[in-house]
């Protein structure tokens, strides 16, 4: 499968603090990819790298072909690639249905419409409260607010930021379960940074394990679900308990 984003080598530091080191990170067309790893591990940092909130001191980011180190997160949004931040940052005081239409605000307004149902099929929940301020939804409803702004423009690829924060499984469950099905019916690639492991294993083909700024491990779900390392580390397994 042909990457659609490559990134190789990147170096990102804060001040002269190091936060990333020589990491490299594939996403193809249409596929899950899970960035894995305790916090403090560089997660968010990468994600923040690849949607040009931060400038790597060293390294490649290439999305669609093209290098996009250096360029405006407002350009990449133009160009297919979104940020869904983690920690649900809203604009409190607008409603559902006007948060959306910030996420909007490249698209001609003739599409808009068409975009807002498509949200709201996908979280129905957000359709009922609409006219409600977002401020007022709760964790979960928030969550699916910051996905379906990220997803109005029906971006190439989604970077999504421990969606799991906070939320009861069964509302985590919902989630991803329609992450994953935009992914399948619209060709949406995606990267997670998730510290709930076994949630992103379940939806990921593919995922990476950071620790202290590096990638440690890689591979397959299967491949990872199985690495004795990352099941006592992050699943909470003892090797002998198989």
């Known amino acids: 499968m042909?990457?659609?984003?490559?990134?190789?080598?990147?170096?990102?530091?804060?001040?002269?603090?190091?936060?990333?080191?020589?990491?490299?990170?594939?996403?193809?067309?249409?596929?899950?990819?899970?960035?894995?790893?305790?916090?403090?591990?560089?997660?968010?940092?990468?994600?923040?790298?690849?949607?040009?909130?931060?400038?790597?001191?060293?390294?490649?980011?290439r999305f669609a072909g093209g290098e996009i180190v250096g360029r405006r997160p407002s350009m990449l949004v133009r160009r297919g690639l979104v940020h869904a931040a983690e920690r649900r940052p809203l604009f409190g005081d607008f409603t559902v249905e006007e948060n959306l239409e910030v996420g909007a605000w490249s698209l001609p307004r003739n599409r808009v419409q068409v975009a807002r149902e498509e949200a709201y099929g996908n979280f129905p929940i957000l359709g009922e409260r609409r006219r409600q301020r977002a401020a007022t939804l709760s964790g979960g409803e928030q969550q699916m607010l910051v996905i379906a702004r990220a997803l109005?423009?029906?971006?190439?690829?989604?970077?999504?930021?421990?969606?799991?924060?906070?939320l009861?499984?069964?509302?985590?469950?919902?989630?991803?379960?329609?992450?994953?099905?935009?992914?399948?019916?619209?060709?949406?690639?995606?990267?997670?940074?998730?510290?709930?492991?076994?949630?992103?294993l379940g939806v990921a083909a593919h995922g990476y394990v950071l620790e202290t700024g590096s990638v440690v491990t890689s591979g397959s779900a299967a491949t990872l679900r199985a690495n004795d390392a990352v099941r006592q580390s992050y699943l909470g397994e003892r090797a002998d308990a198989r």
């Open 2 to 61: 042909a990457a659609l984003l490559c990134v190789e080598r990147i170096d990102v530091a804060y001040g002269r603090l190091p936060a990333l080191r020589g990491v490299s990170v594939e996403v193809g067309a249409g596929q899950i990819v899970a960035l894995l790893g305790s916090n403090g591990a560089g997660k968010s940092t990468l994600l923040k790298a690849i949607s040009g909130l931060l400038t790597p001191t060293a390294g490649s980011i």
């Open 152 to 166: 109005m423009t029906r971006p190439r690829l989604l970077l999504l930021d421990e969606p799991s924060l906070g």
């Open 168 to 200: 009861a499984p069964l509302i985590v469950q919902f989630i991803y379960g329609q992450v994953a099905r935009v992914s399948r019916e619209h060709g949406l690639a995606v990267l997670v940074a998730e510290p709930n492991v076994d949630m992103a």
